[in-house]
């Protein structure tokens, strides 16, 4: 996602006294480093990609009804599977589920029932604050031409973000998700929530609230809470994407509840080797299994060719944004915000593994990601 966020507010008092009870319900639950570390010794070294079928917008077009797309989430996972992935990150939202609980469940369950066949294990989302803030059910409007994820919706929209009165109905999805799967040995993880202090700087910042940061300081905690009451056997986990990580006094507010509530510590980098190695080394002081649930941009210097090696010799779980090239378009840059690839195509792809067919858009990096997960020597 594009690395922007707006300046962290200063909270109200009754938001502090807020959090910090939700804090400390939320933190006697909380997995300990042992138990955490336990869990993680007796994973395979989690590898894979954030997940949207190639027919898909976003996580509307996913996971409605109408435009449920088992055929290809089959195919698509196959591919997957044949270069030693494990693990997928897939996104949710709070619209589809409010839309019909029960059909919701049923598509989750046929999605896990389709991934397992294929050995793999997904990581689930539950909100997103990044890119549009209005989502709406039904038919999702084609790709902008040119347009980097020029369809991906925010969960929850600013609609019900900006309203306190609405937030029973993010709790009840949060609660009737988890807890309908939290004995489910098909699914890793759950990251509960996707850079939520994401200010969308670069597409649409006038559209979310004027105060996001503060809510989310006040909401986060207690989305921890109400999964957490689900009592899940799968561990919790919202990623670090920005600021200084070398203490958790330095720390953003917002990372240090994500720091301090999660079982599992995830991040994204989407920076050079040697930014996501110190990213590594910082992080490893909270004791804690690490994976970085987004990195791969090539044009930002972060490739599978330098960074997955780095992964695995420090057994952090590797996730990349992007399995196959779709309607989302992300294999076209950020940058395409303000200049579209309508006229040329970028000179290398930013993110994703395949083309529409299965063919790997370089066969170099599925030598090299198939060569890790096998524990084997790259090949020279």
């Known amino acids: 996602m594009v690395r922007s966020f707006a300046r962290i507010c200063r909270r109200p008092l009754a938001f502090a006294l807020v959090f910090a009870l939700v804090s400390t319900l939320a933190a006697q639950e909380r997995w300990s480093e042992a138990q955490a570390n336990a869990w993680y010794a007796q994973q395979p070294w989690p590898v894979g990609a954030d997940f949207l079928p190639s027919t898909a917008i976003n996580e509307l077009e996913m996971w409605q009804a109408e435009t449920f797309d088992s055929a290809t989430i089959d195919r698509e996972l196959g591919w997957a599977e044949a270069i030693g992935m494990n693990t997928m990150r897939v996104f949710l939202h709070n619209l589809v589920w409010e839309q019909d609980p029960k059909g919701f469940d049923q598509r989750v369950d046929e999605f896990l029932t389709i991934a397992a066949k294929h050995h793999i294990r997904p ?106 009451s689900q009592h899940p056997a799968q561990p919790l986990t919202s990623g670090l994407w920005h600021g200084d990580w070398s203490s958790i006094d ?86 395409s915000w303000e200049r579209p690839y309508v006229l040329e195509q970028p000179p290398i792809w930013f993110h994703d593994v395949f083309h529409p067919d299965g063919t790997p858009y370089r066969e170099r990096e599925v030598e090299i990601i198939r060569a890790l997960t096998s524990d084997k020597e790259p090949p020279l």
């Open 123 to 228: 990581v689930f989302v539950l909100f997103d604050s990044c890119w549009d803030p209005h989502p709406k059910l039904g038919p999702q409007h084609p790709p902008i031409p040119g347009v980097h994820n020029s369809g991906w919706v925010q969960a929850p929209g600013a609609a019900i973000l900006s309203d306190p009165a609405q937030y029973p109905r993010l709790e009840k999805y949060t609660k009737g998700v988890i807890g309908a799967f939290a004995n489910d040995p098909r699914i890793l993880a759950w990251d509960l929530w996707n850079e939520p202090d994401n200010g969308n700087d670069s597409s649409y910042a006038k559209g979310d609230p004027k105060n996001k940061n503060e809510i989310v300081l006040a909401l986060l905690p207690q989305v921890y809470a109400w999964a957490r």
């Open 250 to 335: 330095k720390m953003p507010p917002l990372a240090r509840i994500q720091a301090e509530q999660s079982d599992v510590i995830t991040f994204h980098d989407y920076g050079w080797p040697e930014e996501f190695e110190a990213h590594v080394k910082m992080l490893e002081q909270f004791n804690r299994p690490l994976i970085a649930t987004e990195y791969m941009a090539r044009g930002e210097g972060s490739t599978f060719d330098t960074v997955l090696p780095i992964a695995h010799k420090y057994r952090v779980g590797a996730i990349n944004w992007g399995l196959v090239a779709g309607k989302s378009q992300t294999y076209l840059p950020w940058d």
